[in-house]
Nanobody, 124 residues
């Protein structure tokens, strides 16, 4: 059974940094893309970033481009989301997700497996 577990969330002041981790188990990790999404209170879940199965392609939402960096370590079955220059509007629950095929997707519909989420709170 595929499992995704996020960690690294917390409370940080505006301008600070956090690194989220998504640890995967249950299948060949290096064969699948991993995406990050977030959901703020009262809002729909939105795409943040995705990294392809090889790590050769990465994509970001315009709202985080230049501040967030996604990477993966296939030897550790882990994907990271380095978040710098955090803003109060980045406050949300962050989820990692993976599709059930080798594609790379930017919308929720492309993803089959989801983690439980980790809370990120940015104070002003």
């Amino acid at each position: 059974q595929v499992q995704l577990v996020e960690s690294g969330g917390g409370l940080v002041q505006a301008g600070g940094s956090l690194r989220l981790s998504c640890a995967a188990s249950g299948r060949i990790f290096s064969s699948y893309a991993i995406g990050w999404f977030r959901q703020a209170p009262g809002k729909e879940r939105e795409f943040v970033s995705v990294i392809s199965w090889s790590g050769g392609s990465t994509y970001y939402a315009d709202s985080v481009k230049g501040r967030f960096t996604i990477s993966r370590d296939n030897a550790k079955n882990t994907v990271y989301l380095q978040m710098n220059s955090l803003k109060p509007e980045d406050t949300a629950v962050y989820y990692c997700a993976s599709p059930d095929n080798s594609g790379t997707y930017y919308t929720e519909s492309g993803y089959h497996y989801w983690g439980q989420g980790t809370q990120v709170t940015v104070s002003s």
